[in-house]
């Protein structure tokens, strides 16, 4: 794997806004900013909290085309898998989100930053099930990206 041309402005953006999102959504709604449990409620709710819950995924979908539109290069994503195996994927992390009470963006962006010791623990297993599933992927199935 070669990085070439790395560039840290667009991620040091990202993140800002990500926890410029986290924040406000915090102070002004008193809700913690975990995509799971925004997009369950967005299909379970009724009433005022299912509508601040679809405005925020919009504001996900509307957030990724401005970037697709702003740097089509940078928003390009070449896994090298096939399409079978990235939706299977996407629905294993969908059941392992709820089965694990939250995902990355609640646990990893929110929880740690109110020093929650679930968090701590959940953040833990995503990033060493991740390296498991990296070396299983490359190492044993033989699949490069």
């Given amino acids: 794997m070669t990085i070439v041309a790395f560039d840290p402005l667009p ?3 990202g993140g800002v806004l990500i926890g410029l999102a ?3 959504l915090l102070w ?26 679809l405005l925020f995924l919009a504001g996900l979908i509307v957030g990724a085309g401005a970037m697709y539109v ?16 990235v939706l299977g994927a996407g629905l294993l992390v969908g059941f ?6 939250g995902c990355t963006s609640g646990h990893g962006v929110c929880g740690l930053g109110r020093l929650s010791p679930r968090s701590l623990v ?24």
């Fill in 11 to 13: 991620a040091l953006l």
């Fill in 22 to 24: 986290a924040t406000l």
């Fill in 28 to 53: 002004l709604n008193g809700r913690i900013a975990g995509i799971t449990g925004i997009a369950a409620g967005a299909m379970e709710e009724r009433g005022g909290e299912r509508w601040w819950r």
């Fill in 70 to 85: 702003t740097w089509p290069a940078r928003a390009t994503l070449h896994s090298g898998l096939p399409l079978w195996a």
């Fill in 96 to 101: 392992g989100t709820r089965l694990g009470g």
């Fill in 122 to 145: 959940a953040v833990i297993t995503f990033v060493l099930t991740a390296v498991i599933t990296v070396f299983v992927v490359r190492h044993v199935l033989g699949v490069a990206s």
